[in-house]
């Protein structure tokens, strides 16, 4: 984080986060999933699921180009090679995910 976020969004892990020391002065909206078990406990239909179903559908476009990455290119682990060139082929892999995701469109 880069300290001028207005909204912040994680899953479950992250709960409790805004009551860290380091995160007590921001003024930041925190967006943090429940955990799987509260999530199940809830009525469905309700104010709170579809909440927490607005936030889970805003993660899921978030994770996808990362499942892409990770997956397509085998980007699971990232070499010591210098931040300088695992900088670069990060940017050459979110490029071609995004070639990926247009090909229909490209090939038009």
């Known amino acids: 984080m880069h300290g001028e976020e207005g909204q912040v969004w994680g899953d479950a892990g992250y709960l409790g986060i ?4 380091e ?4 003024d930041v909206d925190w967006q ?8 199940k406990q809830m009525a469905d239909g309700s ?13 899921a476009m978030v994770e996808h180009p990362f499942l892409l990455i ?12 210098g931040l300088d060139k695992n900088t ?11 070639l990926l995701k247009m090909k229909s469109v490209l090939l038009v």
């Open 18 to 21: 805004e009551k860290r020391e």
């Open 32 to 39: 943090i999933n429940v955990r799987p078990g509260q999530r």
């Open 88 to 98: 670069n082929r990060l940017y050459i892999l979110s490029g071609f995910s995004n």
């Open 70 to 81: 990770k997956r397509q290119f085998g980007y699971s682990k990232v070499r010591y090679r």
């Open 47 to 59: 104010v709170e699921a579809r909440h927490e179903k607005a936030k889970a559908s805003v993660r």
């Open 23 to 26: 995160h007590k002065d921001r």
